[in-house]
């Protein structure tokens, strides 16, 4: 799908809550600034349009939420509600941080799809909650792409929940994060972030399946110390080093990337995939120096391992991850986040890489979900 004829077709079926307020912003003009757009969480448009395949209804929404610069900006997501009749109190509610899927315009989640996370999805449905899935900020004219500023993406988490109440009245007011991989990251900063949008909507629980953590920055120190990665990683690579420049725009990427990964850079800001690029050696990804401390400096402030949590979390981890999410790293996460009183329940499981753990571990997070929508508190591994 072209990505400009995707945003000039969101058009406004519910609201229009601003006077001068369009989405025309999101085909080309300058993004939308704080005093044109009201606060965050408020719905903008909802449209019927196709999602989940066992939802009763799928809306496509735009919202406002935070961007990386902490101004209004304008969010995509999804909103997916189950066949089965809502309970008393109607269904509660998942909001769901998909993982990376690039940082170029046509990457949104909602535009590239996952069919694993899709699948995991749909099972949610059928046990009777509702689904809420954002794209993110950073996307169309309220670009570029903050990749792993997890902040921004936890805004983008929470507003879409208040956002979906204006969508449908069905709707629990007890909701749950979960997300994948830096959305499993975003989860846990959802369940670290200072509550603005949950004074009338509550927060039960957190479920972080592969989250980012501080294996990104090791990720980084072993890059830099001549470890040997996959195609596959030095994608993520790529991604990691253009969204820090989005975020912290002082790096100097020429000074930071050597001449043979700066095509993989470029390759990143115009294509999700850059997999197909050669595979580089050793020492010939990033230079060592003043850049590369912005870099760790920037992926330091990402990392969730100092919150407090405020709620009952639910990590996941595969025991064959081999990509920035590996089980040492999860677990040093861990220690750092009980060490800060966090009530924590933690599950590995045995030959499950990044991807495949999804699906795997889905028994574990209905039945943590299910604790905590009750009301009861899950195990602690602290």
Not at 108 to 124: H, I, R, T
Not at 134 to 140: F, I, L, P, V
Not at 231 to 254: C, E, F, K, N, R
Not at 280 to 289: A, C, E, I, R
Request: glycine share 10%; net charge neutral.
């Amino acid at each position: 799908m072209n990505v400009s004829s995707f945003f000039a077709r969101r058009r406004p079926l519910t609201i229009l809550l601003a006077a001068g307020l369009t989405l025309a912003a999101c085909s080309g003009a300058p993004a939308a600034r704080t005093p044109e757009l009201p606060h965050p969480g408020q719905l903008l448009t909802a449209e019927p349009q196709g999602g989940l395949p066992d939802a009763s209804q799928n809306l496509r929404i735009s919202y406002v939420s935070t961007s990386y610069l902490g101004q209004n900006t304008v969010v995509y997501g999804r909103v997916s509600l189950p066949a089965t009749p809502p309970p008393p109190g109607g269904y509660p509610v998942i909001s769901w941080g998909e993982g990376a899927t690039g940082v170029a315009p046509q990457c949104a989640p909602s535009l590239v799809g996952s069919a694993s996370s899709d699948a995991y999805l749909d099972e949610w449905l059928k046990r009777g909650y509702a689904v809420v899935r954002t794209d993110y900020a950073g996307w169309g004219a309220a670009g570029p792409r903050p990749e792993l500023n997890q902040k921004s993406n936890a805004d983008a988490i929470v507003d879409i929940v208040t956002a979906a109440h204006s969508a449908s009245d069905k709707l629990s007011n007890d909701w749950m994060a979960a997300g994948h991989s830096e959305g499993g990251g975003a989860a846990l900063w959802t369940a670290g972030l200072s509550d603005h949008a949950r004074a009338k909507y509550t927060l039960k629980g957190a479920i972080a399946i592969a989250p980012t953590g501080p294996g990104i920055l090791k990720f980084i120190d072993d890059v830099i110390n001549g470890k040997p990665i996959s195609q596959l990683v030095q994608m993520l690579l790529a991604w990691t080093v253009a969204g820090a420049h989005v975020t912290d725009p002082t790096i100097d990427l020429h000074q930071l990337v050597t001449d043979h990964m700066m095509p993989q850079v470029d390759a990143a800001k115009a294509s999700c995939k850059t997999a197909q690029l050669p595979q580089l050696q050793p020492g010939q990804y990033l230079k060592s120096g003043k850049e590369t401390d912005k870099l760790a400096a920037f992926l330091r402030r990402q990392d969730p391992s100092s919150l407090t949590m405020n709620v009952p979390v639910l990590i996941i981890q595969g025991d064959k991850d081999q990509t920035t999410v590996t089980p040492d790293t999860t677990q040093q996460m861990i220690r750092s986040l009980c060490d800060h009183g966090a009530s924590i329940e933690y599950k590995s499981y045995q030959g499950e890489n990044h991807g495949s753990v999804i699906g795997a571990s889905r028994m574990d997070a209905f039945s943590f979900a299910a604790s905590a929508f009750a009301g009861s508190a899950p195990k602690n591994s602290c």
